[in-house]
């Protein structure tokens, strides 16, 4: 009869435990120097070895033939551990084994000394489903066991499992093992069963084992099924994948606002029988990546991928921002706790698809920041595009004109009162031009704001005037809009003033001006829900 992969070389000596010496070289010594404890409680993520484990520290105490802690693996001890002949080694599925007579029966049994060994072993996997009165019966044998019985406890939800039972035992978190580890190891395997296999390919399978050695293992024996020349088609094809390339299309139509491209994709994988479920759970790995590149410089130890995928995956970045990106795992992640349960899996991913290509409907934070952030590119792309309206000069009987000042800012409303034509000079055109153009790398969207803009200044006082009405909102409400053009005009001048806006009399012929680019920008920005309009 054919054995599984992960059965076949499953490891027989804790030196065959891969990725897990923190725990292997603690029970070898414990094994060596005779100071084994009485319980264990083994925590990990399914695969990483606590079962194989568990046998192998089975076999260890009761090896007559120990080499350096490890069991020999040849004796007769060791043989029938294997295979299972040795009744006092017992496997129990607390899944199915977790009630209160259950664990009574456990008990008696303590009480018969091992008929062919030195000590009675109790692996008890999955132990967080013991039910509360069966953990309840266990507490006290656990904590004082009869000298040859010894309890391993193996569980993948250490935080269901009561305090009192804890504190009985020796406890060891098993860690998620290395891709490059396990990649390495399916290669071993594949030479050992005359397959061939590509580094690409070797590389999904420890991808998609997500830290686990069994998977990985079983992975590659239903891709041996598929064809002896194992390559990363075989594995997507096998696995129920979709193709990368596909994946970072789907993503980019997603990230391009392009809804018949996203449904397009996305109809041509459904009928490649690819998973929707897989689909989603990748495309949440691709927005991952992407968040990774545009934010952390080490990216390619971060990400498990081809040189050849992450120059893919910095190209897509630099066409997304961080709140998109935020927006879409949002959805993304929403939409795949609804598909294990929903009964269309395939129109759960395209509402996802349109609320991620269309953020508009959504008042989510992470969507309204995805907006603003597309909104504020907007705003910088104008402002570095030449001005619609042309600046005009101030008039020069101005000087003589009394101008309605508009009330100035909190700081300096009590200081000002009197117009500025009479108080203050206007400042120099080519100042308030480099004043600007520092403003513009602080504050894209106040620079922009200030187009057609002049200032005028006395003593320690500088005064706006600015046609735009956002501007004097922003000055007014916005914190940061005043501190960022205090800092620009400060590394221009090397002082720092106080700010105030002030406004001409309108004409009559204001209102039949066309908008300046601002304005358009914030009409938009109202007509897309940002902002509200001001009445």
């Given at each position: 009869?054919?054995?599984?992969?992960?059965?076949?070389?499953?490891?027989?000596?804790?030196?065959?435990?891969?990725?897990?010496?923190?725990?292997?070289d603690?029970?070898?010594?414990?094994?060596?120097?005779?100071?084994?404890?009485?319980?264990?409680?083994?925590?990990?993520?399914?695969?990483?070895?606590k079962?194989?484990?568990?046998?192998?520290?089975?076999?260890?105490?009761?090896?007559?033939?120990?080499?350096?802690?490890?069991?020999?693996g040849?004796?007769?001890v060791?043989?029938?551990?294997?295979?299972?002949?040795?009744?006092?080694?017992?496997?129990?599925?607390a899944?199915?084994?977790?009630?209160?007579?259950?664990?009574?029966?456990?008990?008696?049994?303590?009480?018969?000394?091992?008929?062919?060994?030195?000590?009675?072993i109790?692996?008890?996997?999955?132990?967080?489903?013991?039910?509360?009165?069966?953990a309840?019966?266990?507490?006290?044998?656990?904590?004082?066991?009869?000298?040859?019985?010894?309890?391993?406890?193996?569980?993948?939800?250490?935080?269901?499992?009561?305090?009192t039972?804890?504190?009985?035992?020796?406890?060891?978190?098993f860690?998620?093992?290395?891709?490059?580890?396990?990649?390495?190891?399916?290669?071993?395997?594949?030479?050992?069963?005359?397959?061939?296999?590509?580094?690409?390919?070797a590389?999904?399978?420890?991808?998609?084992?997500?830290?686990?050695?069994?998977?990985?293992?079983?992975?590659?024996?239903?891709?041996?099924?598929?064809?002896?020349?194992?390559?990363?088609?075989?594995?997507?094809e096998?696995?129920?994948?979709?193709?990368?390339?596909?994946?970072?299309?789907?993503?980019?139509?997603?990230?391009?606002g392009?809804?018949?491209?996203?449904?397009?994709?996305?109809?041509s994988?459904?009928?490649?029988?690819?998973?929707?479920?897989?689909?989603?759970?990748q495309?949440?790995?691709?927005?991952?990546?992407?968040?990774?590149?545009?934010?952390?410089?080490?990216?390619?130890?971060?990400?498990i991928?081809?040189?050849?995928?992450?120059?893919?995956?910095?190209?897509?970045?630099?066409?997304?921002?961080?709140?998109?990106?935020f927006?879409?795992?949002?959805?993304?992640?929403?939409?795949?706790?609804?598909?294990?349960?929903?009964?269309?899996?395939?129109?759960?991913?395209?509402?996802?698809?349109?609320?991620?290509?269309?953020?508009?409907?959504?008042?989510?934070?992470?969507?309204?920041?995805?907006?603003?952030?597309?909104?504020?590119?907007?705003?910088?792309?104008?402002?570095?595009?030449?001005?619609?309206?042309q600046?005009?000069?101030?008039?020069?009987?101005?000087?003589?004109?009394?101008?309605?000042?508009?009330?100035?800012v909190?700081?300096?409303?009590?200081?000002?009162?009197?117009?500025?034509?009479?108080?203050?000079?206007?400042?120099?055109?080519?100042?308030?031009?480099?004043?600007?153009?520092?403003?513009a790398?602080?504050?894209?969207?106040?620079?922009?704001?200030?187009?057609?803009?002049?200032?005028?200044?006395?003593?320690?006082?500088?005064?706006?005037?600015?046609?735009?009405?956002?501007?004097?909102?922003?000055?007014?409400?916005?914190?940061?809009?005043?501190?960022?053009?205090?800092?620009?005009?400060?590394?221009?001048t090397?002082?720092?003033?106080?700010?105030?806006?002030?406004?001409?009399?309108?004409?009559?012929?204001?209102?039949?001006?066309?908008?300046?680019?601002?304005?358009?920008?914030?009409?938009?920005a109202?007509?897309?829900?940002?902002?509200?309009?001001?009445?």
């Amino acid at each position: 009869m054919y054995q599984a992969l992960y059965r076949k070389y499953r490891p027989t000596a804790f030196d065959d435990v891969v990725g897990q010496d923190h725990i292997t070289d603690i029970l070898k010594n414990e094994v060596s120097d005779g100071r084994v404890a009485h319980a264990y409680l083994f925590t990990g993520s399914r695969g990483t070895g606590k079962t194989t484990c568990s046998k192998i520290l089975a076999k260890a105490v009761n090896c007559p033939n120990v080499q350096g802690g490890n069991p020999c693996g040849v004796c007769d001890v060791c043989r029938g551990i294997d295979n299972g002949s040795i009744t006092d080694v017992l496997e129990i599925d607390a899944a199915s084994n977790n009630g209160v007579d259950d664990i009574r029966n456990l008990k008696a049994e303590t009480n018969f000394t091992p008929a062919s060994v030195k000590y009675r072993i109790y692996i008890i996997d999955e132990a967080h489903m013991l039910s509360p009165g069966a953990a309840n019966a266990l507490l006290k044998t656990l904590e004082e066991p009869p000298e040859y019985v010894i309890f391993i406890l193996a569980t993948t939800e250490v935080h269901k499992i009561p305090a009192t039972i804890l504190s009985r035992c020796q406890r060891f978190g098993f860690k998620r093992i290395d891709p490059e580890i396990i990649s390495e190891r399916v290669c071993l395997v594949a030479e050992k069963e005359n397959l061939t296999i590509d580094p690409d390919a070797a590389a999904m399978i420890a991808k998609l084992a997500d830290g686990g050695m069994r998977d990985a293992l079983s992975l590659l024996d239903l891709c041996a099924g598929f064809n002896k020349n194992i390559t990363l088609d075989v594995v997507i094809e096998a696995a129920g994948l979709a193709g990368s390339k596909y994946v970072s299309e789907l993503a980019e139509s997603i990230i391009d606002g392009d809804i018949s491209g996203s449904f397009k994709t996305l109809t041509s994988l459904y009928e490649n029988s690819v998973d929707i479920i897989r689909l989603c759970d990748q495309l949440i790995g691709i927005f991952r990546n992407l968040m990774i590149v545009k934010t952390a410089s080490n990216a390619a130890q971060l990400i498990i991928c081809t040189p050849s995928e992450l120059d893919e995956l910095r190209r897509i970045s630099d066409k997304s921002e961080l709140p998109f990106i935020f927006t879409a795992l949002d959805i993304l992640q929403d939409t795949l706790s609804k598909l294990s349960r929903s009964s269309s899996k395939k129109t759960e991913l395209e509402m996802a698809l349109v609320k991620m290509c269309n953020p508009q409907p959504d008042l989510s934070v992470s969507s309204l920041a995805a907006r603003l952030n597309e909104l504020e590119k907007r705003i910088r792309n104008l402002s570095s595009a030449p001005a619609a309206v042309q600046e005009s000069e101030i008039p020069a009987k101005q000087s003589q004109s009394k101008p309605t000042v508009k009330a100035p800012v909190s700081e300096i409303s009590h200081i000002i009162s009197e117009s500025p034509s009479n108080s203050a000079s206007l400042m120099d055109e080519e100042l308030w031009g480099k004043i600007l153009d520092e403003l513009a790398k602080i504050n894209p969207a106040l620079r922009a704001a200030l187009t057609n803009s002049a200032a005028y200044i006395k003593d320690d006082i500088i005064l706006i005037d600015s046609p735009d009405e956002l501007f004097l909102r922003l000055i007014r409400e916005n914190e940061y809009a005043k501190e960022s053009l205090r800092e620009a005009v400060k590394a221009q001048t090397g002082k720092r003033y106080r700010l105030g806006p002030y406004r001409r009399e309108a004409k009559k012929s204001d209102a039949d001006a066309p908008l300046t680019p601002f304005q358009e920008i914030s009409k938009l920005a109202c007509e897309m829900g940002v902002m509200e309009e001001n009445k």
